[in-house]
């Protein structure tokens, strides 16, 4: 089965603090995997893809697939990073996205 | 350049009444998708399309919701009966072209329904 999970809905951290939001998937074949965040009253937008190996806004993430994974880090959170973050998976080649159910992000000052 | 457009942005019906949502995709791309999003869940693919034809409907309640792509540009997602477990977000996306896997999608503003 095809499946991407996030198992916390939400992460509280206090700006300067290190961020990690996990993602974990299931998938036979070789995962494509991405980043999507929803900023307040924004829409969702790509912030990272796991071909491109870039990091966004300091943000990163390394596919484990020993452990099947894709966590979201970054070093430093920032009080903008506060935002809805979803892990997508896509599968074979039509480039559809399978989603993880979102985490937010909460960043205190 | 202009992003992905939907309307209605709000809709709220009665059960067993009939929607429709409204999406213009950004000029010149191929794909186009619709996602359902309940309430604390991930968005959920219902269908995509490749131009003007379906490339995947599998998780389409085809019994009620049906959705065209006239022409290759403009598309509508109908519901109809609507049910209570309709109530969702209903968002458009659309991509520059299928066959990639690492294509990004751009998403639209969502149309929020609430069904009574």
């Known amino acids: 089965a095809q499946r991407v999970t996030q198992p916390e809905k939400l992460l509280s951290v206090f700006k300067g603090a290190p961020v990690e939001l996990k993602c974990n998937y299931s998938?036979?074949?070789?995962?494509?995997l991405f980043w999507y965040v929803q900023y307040s009253r924004q829409r969702l937008q790509l912030l990272l893809r796991?071909?491109s190996r870039e990091s966004i806004k300091g943000f990163t993430a390394d596919l484990n697939k020993g452990e099947t994974s894709f966590h979201l880090k970054k070093p430093f959170a920032q009080e903008e990073d506060s935002a809805m973050y979803y892990c997508?998976?896509?599968?074979?080649?039509?480039?559809?996205?399978?989603f993880g159910q979102g985490t937010t992000l909460q960043v205190k000052p | 350049e202009a992003g992905v457009a939907q309307s209605p942005r709000y809709k709220i019906i009665e059960k067993r009444q009939s929607v429709a949502f409204w999406c213009n995709p950004i000029?010149?791309?191929?794909?186009l998708y619709w996602y359902q999003q309940i309430l604390g869940q991930g968005p959920k693919l219902l269908i995509q399309?490749?131009?003007?034809?379906?490339?995947?409907d599998s998780q389409l309640p085809k019994d009620r919701f049906s959705a065209e792509r006239l022409k290759g540009v403009d598309s509508t997602l109908k519901i109809q009966p609507a049910k209570l477990e309709d109530s969702a977000v209903y968002l458009c996306?659309?991509?520059?072209?299928?066959?990639?896997?690492?294509?990004?999608?751009?998403f639209g503003p969502g149309t929020r329904l609430t069904v009574l």
């Open positions: 997508a998976l896509s599968p074979g080649d039509t480039g559809k996205l399978i």
């Open positions: 996306a659309s991509s520059l072209r299928m066959l990639e896997r690492y294509n990004e999608q751009f």
């Open positions: 796991h071909i």
């Open positions: 000029s010149g791309h191929a794909t």
């Open positions: 399309f490749q131009n003007n034809g379906v490339v995947d």
């Open positions: 998938y036979s074949g070789s995962p494509e």
